[in-house]
C-alpha cells in the first residue's frame, strides 16, 4: 500500500454472508459516506458501504487538487498528503479507494438500494439487484441522487449526476414512510471533460430532522449533500466525523 494508513496483516472481521447484521450500513460512497465508513471501521464497527459505482467512490468530480482543503485527520487528507497540487482528481480517487479497500471492517458493495424497513433492531434494505442486506443503523449519503434530475441544456435525465441513475425507489419509500421531502436544486460548473449542469433533488423538510436523526426512522441517519443547505468538501467530512462520535457513542 501507498502509506502508513493501511492495516497491513489484518482479517476482516467478518465474512458476510446472506442474512449477515452489520453494525452500520452507509448508502452512498461519496466523499461523506466513506468518511463514515473509514472511521467506523477503524473504531472496531462492522460497516457495510454501498455505492450504486465503486469506480466513482470519493471521487472529486475536478480535475486536480488544485485548491482543495480537507480537515486534518479526515480519509481524504491522509490520501492527499504528499501530493503536487497539479495532481489529477483520478490519480487521488484511486488512492482513497485502495486505502478503503485495506481497512478492517469495510464490505464495499456494488448495488442499489431501494427501500428500508426497520424491523425490531434492525433495519432491512432492499436492493435493485434482489438481495435484502442488514443492519443495525443506516445511513443515507446519496447526494443530490433523491428523486435527481439531471439538466444538461435541453436535456432531462433522471440521474443524480453524469451517468449515474437517481434513486427514485429509495425516495418513494422514504415519502411511504411519512417522511416529507421537499425541493432542492444545485450547479456545477463545466469541468475538464464534462459539461456544466443543474440537477433537482428531493431532501428532508424543516422538522423531518434531529441532527442527522430522520424523525419517524428511528434506526435511519441522513449525511452529506441530502440534508438541507450548502455543503462543502470540508462540511461534509466535518460532519461524517461528527455522525461517527454520535454512533460509537450510542454503541459505547
Sequence with gaps: MFGPLSEKGLSVRSRPQPGHLYDVAVVGAGLAGT????????????????????????NLYQPTLDGVTFPPASLPAAVAAGMAPDTDGWTFHRRLKAEVEATSGIHLLQSTVTALDEEDAEVVLSTWEGPKLRAGTVVLAVGAFLKGRLLIGDTM???????????????DDLIASGVWLVGAEQSAPAVEGAPAYDVRFLTPAPGELDGFRINRLGRVRMLGRCLPGEHTYASVLEDAARLADDLLGERA
Design 35 to 58: 468518511e463514515l465508513a473509514w472511521r467506523l471501521a477503524r473504531a472496531g464497527q462492522d460497516v457495510l458501504l454501498v455505492s450504486q459505482a465503486l469506480d466513482h467512490l470519493g
Design 157 to 171: 435525465e433522471e440521474a443524480g449526476r453524469l451517468s449515474e441513475v437517481a434513486y427514485d425507489f429509495l425516495a
